[in-house]
T-cell receptor, first 114, second 113 residues
């Protein structure tokens, strides 16, 4: 399965600022996903990062708040913009090579907004 | 819409006890089903999977059987260890969709020596 490097692993940020999270995969993958895990909660899909086109966002998530880049088949970034304490969560990227084979997750970015 | 429901936690067991974590799903069609585990401070790891009815996924002593008639995928282990303490997530996806994973709310397992 693919190996994912996600950076940073954690950060503490001031409200009103932005943070960009990077996801690097050791092989080319078609589909990359960004999830949010709020404290004590399950994972919610933010968007699907598409190479060469705009990301596809889930209901409740918008591009202005969570801009995503996908410049090639091994890399993606998620930016959390104009942060508020409600954005404090773990953000995870995920890739899939074969949907019936499961998905691989990065180790996550633990974000605290103060 | 499609959804996954897990039993609420935390589940607290003594070492070597039998574990069951219930998972049921609602879906239009026949999804693939997964159990993921999240150890403290770590990311998600795939524990096991099943892609069609009556399939049994197994790994590290854990098992789960895809039951179409009851739309369930309960996780079981015959003898838990302290090292099994983690959060367990049941999830589903469809091969025909955009690849989105739908997760249950997670169940925290605490195993005491």
């Amino acid at each position: 399965s693919a190996v994912i490097s996600q950076k940073p692993s954690r950060d503490i940020c001031q409200r009103g600022t932005s943070l960009t999270i990077q996801c690097q995969v050791d092989s080319q993958v078609t589909m990359m996903f960004w999830y949010r895990q709020q404290p004590g909660q399950s994972l919610t899909l933010i968007a699907t990062a598409n190479q060469g086109s705009e990301a596809t966002y889930e209901s409740g998530f918008v591009i202005d708040k969570f801009p995503i880049s996908r410049p090639n088949l091994t890399f993606s970034t998620l930016t959390v913009s104009n942060m508020s304490p409600e954005d404090s969560s773990i953000y995870l990227c995920s890739v899939v090579t074969d949907r019936s084979d499961g998905y691989t997750f990065g180790s996550g970015t633990r974000l605290t907004v103060v | 819409g499609d959804s996954v429901t897990q039993m609420e936690g935390p589940v607290t067991l003594s070492e070597e006890a039998f574990l069951t974590i219930n998972c049921t799903y609602t879906a239009t069609g026949y999804p693939s089903l997964f159990w993921y585990v999240q150890y403290p401070g770590e990311g998600l790891q795939l524990l096991l999977k099943a892609t069609k009815a009556d399939d049994k996924g197994s790994n590290k002593g854990f098992e789960a059987t895809y039951r179409k008639e009851t739309t369930s995928f309960h996780l079981e282990k015959g003898s838990v260890q302290v090292s099994d303490s983690a959060v367990y997530f049941c999830a589903l996806t469809f091969s025909s969709n955009t690849g989105k994973l739908i997760f249950g709310q997670g169940t925290t397992l605490q195993v005491k020596p």
